[in-house]
């Protein structure tokens, strides 16, 4: 049998109308503990929406379960039409859904630069290209240390590198998963202008966040959770 890899159904008059990310009734679990239960939203194509809550609400293990990073879960997920769910992660990632992880997990013993090509795919039709040089136009501090191993990066500096990886795939959707924690002002001042320029690159972000300044800054809506329910919007 053949492993066919799902593909993007072509564009089709109305499309631009059709949320680039649909979830419906969406349940996970790890072992024996139910985590999420039965969330529901969707992410219109160049939007940025942000999930809110405490530790422990949720948030992590929703981008977690979209990306096909829990082995227990339930529900409808179609990413532009194709339905996901199930799926393993990296042909998740191939359609185009990127993953920026809280832990960041650069490579340690890789520079800069092998740490980015890591991540390269080729273009998406409709969106412009991701490149080394562009990615060190947003994120100057990598740009003045091409050749430095993760090992000997920052939190923050990790963290820039994780999400500069992630866009040399050229995502169509950005999974963003705290990237304010624990990094300092100026960083967290940086993550927020390069959300923003991935919206207006035309990219969507679903995106993990506490810090509520950021959140008012970059997102579109905000959906609030509690023990892994929406609780508000």
Do not use: C
Not at 99 to 119: A, H, I, K, M
Not at 185 to 197: C, F, K, N, T, W
Not at 202 to 225: C, M, P, T, W
Request: aromatic share 4%.
């Amino acid at each position: 049998m053949t492993n066919r890899q799902p593909s993007a159904p072509p564009a089709r008059a109305g499309d631009a109308g059709r949320p680039l990310l649909q979830v419906r009734a969406l349940n996970a679990w790890y072992g024996d503990a139910h985590i999420l239960f039965d969330l529901g939203f969707e992410v219109a194509r160049g939007e940025v929406l942000a999930l809110t809550g405490r530790n422990g609400a949720g948030k992590s293990t929703t981008l977690k379960s979209l990306i096909g990073l829990v082995a227990r879960m339930r529900g409808d997920v179609a990413f532009d039409g194709v339905p996901i769910a199930g799926l393993p992660a990296h042909r998740i990632a191939r359609l185009g859904l990127g993953y920026v992880p809280e832990d960041r997990r650069v490579f340690s013993e890789l520079t800069v630069l092998e740490n980015l090509e890591t991540g390269r795919q080729p273009a998406r039709a409709g969106l412009p290209a991701w490149t080394v040089e562009r990615l060190f136009d947003m994120f100057p501090n990598l740009a003045a240390m091409p050749r430095r191993r993760g090992e000997h990066m920052s939190g923050g500096e990790q963290q820039m590198l994780s999400l500069a990886r992630t866009l040399m795939g050229n995502p169509r959707l950005v999974l963003l998963d705290e990237p304010s924690e624990g990094v300092a002002p100026l960083i967290v001042e940086q993550m927020a202008q390069a959300v923003s320029d991935m919206k207006r690159q035309g990219l969507s972000v679903l995106l993990s966040e506490q810090n509520e300044r950021f959140v008012a800054r970059v997102a579109d809506r905000a959906l609030r959770l509690e023990q892994g329910r929406i609780v508000a919007a």
